[in-house]
């Protein structure tokens, strides 16, 4: 399932409601967005990172607020991990424009896990300075408040897709609804929130009953969101990707293959594999009659052409792409050694599946 870039897309989530009004006059609104959003003088944004339109759905009695809100489903990006959908949320751009195309990058530094912003286990802040790295602002250039965990103030992917931006930070999950309230209160027109226990829980568990417990937790977050709303204000709620439970053990490429490959990167149920030079033929015609059962295996050309990325790559972004990626159909994961914190996941995101590009798209107005 390829993203819907230029409709319903987190890509277009922030550019759309920034300009609901204008939209609504002219009669443009999408149908993805809920009316009753059109007309609020102040709208909260509050992504919650992991929480998939197919697991909620399927779940519906566990969450009677965030099913009873208005809206549906709409498509995460590729490939839908964290690092790329938050920054194309935040920027209001394709992966291909903001050049955050992955949560593992190789990088002339080396491969930079763009979460923890380090490369080769050390900082890579000097070497890679993060508000260069990001090719778009977030919000346009505007500065809203951000309402997220106070940890991540300072970090390097902060940096990255939030440079700029005032932040407002939360120790605890039940200081959301108040920090709401209070950007509020302050007049501002548009807020973002985030919140990432349902990924967390999701990683560590799976999608069974903590997962459920988790789900349980966050929809009551949500009806904490909605009660903190102004008058006239309306609260939209999405998330950056699905998850799908995995098989517990990860596969491990053949080691033929092995020679054949100068490097690894990407994540488990999206790994580029960069070839030696001259082999990418041989080593894309390999993995498709080898892999071909449990994953989407393509040329990293295919896919820009095929418009995984929503558009043409900058050639400083392509450049951080491998020759041959393993994309995630069946429910498994692709191990790379030099990664080995993957081993404790037990749900993963990152692939085309339904389960991980659909996303919640929800709203309600105070």
């Not at 903590?210 to 008058?231: G, Q, W």
Request: proline share 6%; with cysteine; hydrophobic share 45%.
């Amino acid at each position: 399932m390829l993203p819907d870039y230029g409709g319903a897309c987190l890509s277009e989530v922030v550019p759309v409601l920034y300009r609901r009004r204008e939209l609504a006059e002219a009669g443009e609104l999408p149908a993805w967005l809920p009316s009753a959003v059109a007309e609020a003088r102040q709208v909260v944004l509050l992504v919650l990172d992991g929480l998939g339109w197919r697991q909620l759905v399927e779940r519906r009695q566990l969450a009677p607020t965030l099913t009873s809100m208005a809206g549906g489903p709409i498509t995460s990006v590729a490939p839908t991990t964290t690092a790329t959908a938050l920054t194309s949320i935040a920027t209001g751009s394709a992966p291909a424009r903001h050049g955050i195309i992955g949560y593992r990058l190789a990088t002339p530094a080396g491969i930079l896990n763009v979460l923890r912003w380090t490369a080769g286990g050390k900082d890579a802040r000097a070497s890679l300075p993060p508000a260069r790295f990001r090719r778009t602002a977030p919000f346009g250039g505007r500065t809203p408040p951000v309402i997220t965990r106070a940890e991540f103030a300072g970090s390097g992917f902060t940096e990255a897709h939030l440079h700029g931006v005032p932040l407002v930070g939360w120790r605890a999950p039940s200081s959301i609804g108040v920090e709401i309230a209070r950007a509020l209160r302050g007049g501002a027109e548009f807020v973002y929130a985030y919140y990432d226990g349902v990924d967390k829980i999701a990683h560590e568990h799976g999608l069974r009953e903590h997962y459920d417990a988790e789900l349980r937790f966050t929809d009551r977050l949500v009806a904490d969101a909605i009660a903190a709303l102004a008058p006239g204000a309306a609260l939209v709620v999405t998330a950056d990707h699905g998850q799908v439970e995995v098989a517990r053990q990860p596969v491990v490429l053949d080691e033929d293959l092995v020679c054949e490959i100068a490097l690894l990167s990407g994540e488990g149920r999206f790994r580029w594999l960069h070839a030696r030079p001259g082999r990418d033929g041989a080593l894309l015609a390999a993995c498709q009659a080898r892999y071909g059962e449990l994953a989407w295996v393509r040329h990293r050309e295919e896919l820009v052409t095929e418009g995984w990325f929503g558009g043409e790559l900058a050639p400083e972004v392509a450049a951080l792409l491998g020759d041959v990626a393993l994309v995630a159909s069946a429910p498994v994961a692709f191990y790379d050694p030099a990664d080995s914190g993957e081993l404790r996941l037990i749900s993963r995101h990152g692939s085309l599946t339904a389960d991980e590009v659909l996303v919640p798209l929800l709203a309600a107005a105070a």
